[in-house]
């Protein structure tokens, strides 16, 4: 799963960062809220945390823009503790959730596995396909209740999958959520992650739709 961090302050950012990347996360970040309308204009996201209060663009005018230009990627807002009227303006502007500051990390976690989790259209954190089971918020994997251990990259690329089931996903979308913006991996990579993820899980558990891309493969048994 791929996001992009819109904050200014530097340590907020790099908390925000540090919290989403140990939950499993690929985490971009920018600064201002020019560079921010651009990225999420432009970019594949599968979630961006936006403050309002960005020097050159403010977060709500980036939201509205986003949104005028049909770009429908999830967007928690974060916000000023007590301004009630700027939250409003923001769920009214297409913003998908709102968190005032401060906030714990904990609180901001939970926020962005439930937004992910009902963009997908799933009820618990737990998500199941087959013999499958996968527990967002533990970030635990089973094959028949037995746990398999899994290595950040493999936990990443079965979490995207089973939050995408019953839709085959392509190699160049799958190396974008895997890796987000660093272009120095290609095809390969992902086959080599794939086969030491199967490997792990078993070789039918992914199937393999030549020409087409990759889908969990959800009546293995």
Same mark, same amino acid.
């Given at each position: 799963?791929?996001?992009l961090v819109v904050e200014d302050d530097?340590?907020?950012?790099?908390d925000i960062v540090a919290t989403l990347?140990?939950?499993?996360?690929?985490?971009?970040?920018v600064g201002d809220g020019?560079?921010?309308w651009f990225r999420g204009d432009?970019?594949?996201?599968?979630?961006?945390?936006?403050?309002?209060?960005?020097?050159?663009m403010d977060g709500l005018s980036v939201l509205k823009r986003w949104r005028a230009a049909g770009r429908?990627?999830?967007?928690?807002v974060l916000t000023a503790r007590g301004a009630w009227a700027e939250r409003v303006e923001g769920i009214d502007a297409g913003a998908d959730d709102y968190l005032p500051k401060p906030f714990r990390m904990e609180e901001l976690l939970a926020r962005v596995r439930a937004l992910i989790r009902r963009s997908a259209g !799933? $009820?618990?954190?737990? %998500?199941?396909?087959?013999?499958?089971?996968?527990?967002?918020?533990?970030?635990?994997?089973?094959?028949?209740g037995v746990p398999v251990t899994l290595s950040p990259l493999e936990y990443r690329l079965l979490a995207y999958l089973m939050h995408h089931k019953g839709r085959v996903v392509s190699p160049p979308e799958l190396l974008e959520h895997l890796y987000g913006d660093d272009d120095a991996h290609e095809?390969?990579?992902?086959?080599?992650?794939?086969?030491?993820?199967?490997?792990? !899980? $078993?070789?039918?558990? %992914?199937?393999?739709?030549r020409g087409f891309g990759y889908a969990v493969a959800q009546g293995t048994e």
């Open positions: 799963m791929r996001i530097p340590r907020i950012a790099a990347g140990a939950a499993g996360y690929v985490v971009e970040t020019e560079e921010a432009t970019e594949d996201y599968d979630l961006i945390v936006l403050d309002l209060g960005l020097p050159k429908m990627t999830l967007v928690l !799933l $009820g618990t954190s737990v %998500i199941e396909a087959g013999p499958l089971s996968l527990d967002a918020r533990q970030m635990r994997v089973t094959r028949n095809a390969n990579a992902l086959e080599a992650v794939m086969a030491r993820l199967r490997k792990k !899980l $078993g070789q039918d558990s %992914i199937a393999t739709r």
